[in-house]
């Protein structure tokens, strides 16, 4: 009888050990699961707006974004205006965020205060200014190692060409799409993007 009684308690061990070691196994994959999800995402990125206020991307989630790299002195520049009808026309689907960078000819040569002004002033610019970073170089800020490395974005290398040259990310924070600095942001391709 004990000997019975002997087996049963260890069949009943044995029950229990495999039941924990699988409910361990599920654990770790939903853990690696939940972390491959929020990987290659934008929104593991803070930043800082042009007046030393910080910006989360986690905060746009549901809504897509365009981020530009912008200068004030580029034959380019004028596209604020179009960047501007762009985010009032979309602003509930769509969110631009400018990062100012020196990193071509120089044309983004003022300081924070300066840029803020000029963008407001003269391209009545209301959609999310960040300070002015580096998009290149040995220098180049985090979230342009996130937007030019297929190792941290999931999608593709590419690297920065000039001043305004557009990554699209969608509502769920991926990159989708990177953008030549002469298309046009009212381009149908980016138009398209954006409502469908």
Same mark, same amino acid.
């Given at each position: ?51 030393? +206020? ?9 809504? *897509? ?7 004030? +002195?580029?034959?380019?520049? !004028? ?20 990062? !100012? ?7 983004? !040569? ?9 963008? *407001? ?6 959609? !999310? ?15 342009? +190692? ?42 149908? +391709?980016?138009?398209?993007?954006? *409502?469908?």
């Amino acid at each position: 009888m004990r000997g019975v009684i002997y087996f049963s308690k260890l069949a009943a061990m044995k029950t229990l050990y495999f039941t924990i070691i699988a409910l361990s196994l599920l654990t770790v994959g939903n853990a690696q699961q939940t972390k491959k999800n929020t990987m290659n995402t934008i929104y593991n990125y803070s930043v800082e707006t042009l007046s030393g +206020e910080p910006f989360d991307f986690s905060k746009l989630k549901g809504k *897509k974004i365009m981020i530009v790299n912008t200068a004030s +002195e580029c034959g380019l520049t !004028p596209q604020y205006e179009k960047l501007q009808d762009l985010y009032e026309k979309y602003q509930d689907k769509l969110v631009i965020v400018g990062f !100012p960078a020196n990193n071509f000819g120089a044309q983004e !040569p003022g300081s924070n205060q300066e840029i803020e002004s000029f963008c *407001k002033l003269n391209y009545g610019v209301t959609f !999310p200014m960040m300070s002015k970073i580096s998009v290149k170089g040995d220098d180049m800020h985090e979230i342009y +190692e996130f937007l030019t490395q297929k190792s941290k974005n999931g999608l593709q290398d590419s690297e920065v060409e000039w001043n305004f040259q557009k990554y699209l990310i969608d509502e769920n924070g991926k990159l989708v799409k990177v953008i030549s600095p002469k298309v046009q942001p009212d381009d149908s +391709e980016i138009v398209d993007w954006v *409502k469908n």
